[in-house]
């Protein structure tokens, strides 16, 4: 048994598909910071305010679920907007992609030195950045992306921002995992199950492998258990979000196929394992249900959520409902794998 959990790194789609979705998560998590890179993305209070209820439209009758959202930054996003949008508790943080960085960014920002107003906003109003870090400098190859992020744009940001607080979020590297312990309590950084469980090879295993394509993209091993320490230390900088980003099959198989891993179906269940491996389990609960409230300055859930050792088979293909309301696919994460814990429904008490 551990306190309920909260994912806070999530994304929940739009329009058919949101209904397929929203339950899955709110089977076992009680809040997520929902992304806001919808097309067109989420830049505006009422963008915000109303896709926080067709989030809450799609939710399952007797689920409590609270989706936190989130503005999308953009050059020329103005300071009001996202200053009255955090004092109106509509945007509970702000996502700075760089633009191209990943999927739906190509409104993202420039330079971050052309949004200093916005981050002097931030900073003054005590609004979380989230962040996407990687460059997107072709030049620089797709595995460094995120350690020159870290040394180009992270560092000079937190010496300039002294009072801002920041989320690096889906860490990869060994590098962020030191910068992220270095750093005091001005930036937390977020763990997906995926990088927990897959290093880079498992996109090449025996042909071209796109359901395990994500960015940032999985790196060597070295990394993969680096993380591993990093998740299952208990520290406090260190916390649950499963940047879970399906793409329908046909986006996925693809010559130019959709970075993103849907793993939201068995999430928790996948990072028990890893905490199961590590001989961590006692650390689990700091990491899912702790360390993302305390960092956020928000209470700890009052629920509590019962984990069970069961042997079962992860389906081949999750169904949901494509935009013209026809069947289509996801393909969740595991697919095919035995998993060795399952996440019963949320109780009361302990
Ligand atoms: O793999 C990813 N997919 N990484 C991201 O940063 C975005 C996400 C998506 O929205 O599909
Ligand atoms: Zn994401």
């Known amino acids: 048994m551990i306190r ?66 989130t503005a999308y930054l953009t050059d020329d996003l103005s300071p009001k907007v996202l200053k009255d949008g955090f004092e109106q508790k509509v945007f509970f943080a702000a996502k700075l992609y760089p633009a191209n960085s990943t999927t739906n960014s190509s409104k993202g920002v420039t330079d971050i030195n052309v949004i200093s107003p916005l981050i002097e906003t931030m900073e003054n109003i005590g609004m979380p950045l989230l962040i ?24 000079p940001l937190l010496k300039r921002y002294p009072g801002l607080r920041v989320v690096l979020e889906h860490i990869t590297t060994e590098k962020a995992v030191q910068f992220v312990e270095s750093c005091d309590a001005q930036l937390g950084a977020t763990i997906t199950p995926h990088h927990l469980h897959i290093n880079r090879n498992a ?13 940032p993209i999985a790196k060597r091993e070295h990394h993969r258990l680096a993380l591993r320490r990093a998740a299952t230390s208990g520290r406090s900088c260190f916390f649950l979000g499963t940047d879970s980003a ?7 198989v693809s010559s130019c196929g959709c970075a993103g891993i849907f793993n939201a179906k068995y999430a928790l269940e996948s990072y028990v ?14 990491f899912a249900s702790e360390n993302g409230p305390n960092f956020y300055g928000l209470p700890l859930n ?49």
């Open 4 to 69: 309920q959990p909260d994912d806070w790194h999530l994304h929940l789609r739009d329009g058919e598909i949101l209904d397929s979705l929203v339950d899955v998560t709110a089977r076992v998590f009680r809040r997520a910071i929902v992304m806001p890179n919808l097309n067109p993305p989420i830049t505006t209070i009422q963008a915000a305010i109303s896709y926080r209820q067709r989030i809450l439209s799609s939710l399952k009758e007797g689920l409590d679920f609270q989706p936190l959202l």
């Open 132 to 155: 996407h870090g990687e460059v997107t400098d072709p030049d620089i190859d797709i595995f460094d992306r995120e350690a020159v992020f870290i040394d180009k744009h992270l560092m």
């Open 203 to 215: 996109m090449f295993l025996g042909g071209l492998r796109s359901d395990f394509y994500c960015l």
């Open 246 to 252: 399906p793409h329908l099959r046909g986006a996925k």
């Open 273 to 286: 394992e890893v905490f199961d491996e590590e001989e961590a389990l006692d650390k689990l609960e700091a």
């Open 302 to 350: 009052e629920k509590f959520i019962k984990l069970v050792q069961r042997n079962y088979l992860v389906e081949e293909l999750y169904e949901v409902k494509n935009e013209r309301g026809s069947l289509d696919h996801l393909v969740p994460f595991h697919a095919g794998e035995r998993l060795h814990w399952h996440a019963l429904s949320v109780e009361n008490r302990m």
